[in-house]
């Protein structure tokens, strides 16, 4: 896996995967930036957020449960002094459907934050990552 991040213009930058696809990043107006695509930052935030949620996903897929919606809020808190990393982390899971089993979403998010989510290991001992969900029958 790989990635190729090329500077555009002010603070703004392109970055191309490995897999073909590209994101664009840029800053703060405040620093020089024009506000018109996701800090680096908050793509750490939804990295996580999509990792997990893939799993999670799946996960409920195997064990046949009817999802009609699913969100993840991923909340982050930085340090104040530089380099501001992040140093607590939630995640709020939502999960809409028919007779969803709430032990089935227990065990998928669990499984997905304690063993295959590479993001959130990644992260691990670097923030304080928490974790919730509820769910929502229809």
């Not at 409920?60 to 607590?88: M, N, S, Y």
């Not at 939502?94 to 227990?106: L, Y």
């Not at 998010?109 to 992260?123: D, F, I, P, Q």
Request: hydrophobic share 35%; charged share 30%; glycine share 10%.
């Amino acid at each position: 896996m790989e990635a190729t991040i090329k500077y555009v213009d002010g603070l703004r930058f392109v970055a191309d995967g490995s897999t073909g696809h590209s994101i664009v990043m840029d800053g703060d107006p405040e620093f020089g930036g024009e506000d018109t695509a996701p800090r680096p930052t908050e793509l750490v935030l939804m990295g996580l957020g999509g990792c997990t949620g893939m799993d999670v996903i799946s996960i409920l897929r195997k064990k046949r449960q009817e999802v009609t919606g699913f969100e993840i809020e991923v909340r982050g808190k930085r340090a104040e002094a530089h380099p501001k990393k992040f140093t607590d982390i939630n995640l709020h899971y939502t999960v809409r459907g028919r007779d969803i089993s709430e032990d089935a979403v227990k065990k998928a998010v669990t499984l997905s934050m304690e063993r295959y989510c590479s993001v959130k290991a990644t992260l691990e001992g670097v923030a304080n990552i928490t974790y919730s969900y509820s769910v929502i029958q229809e």
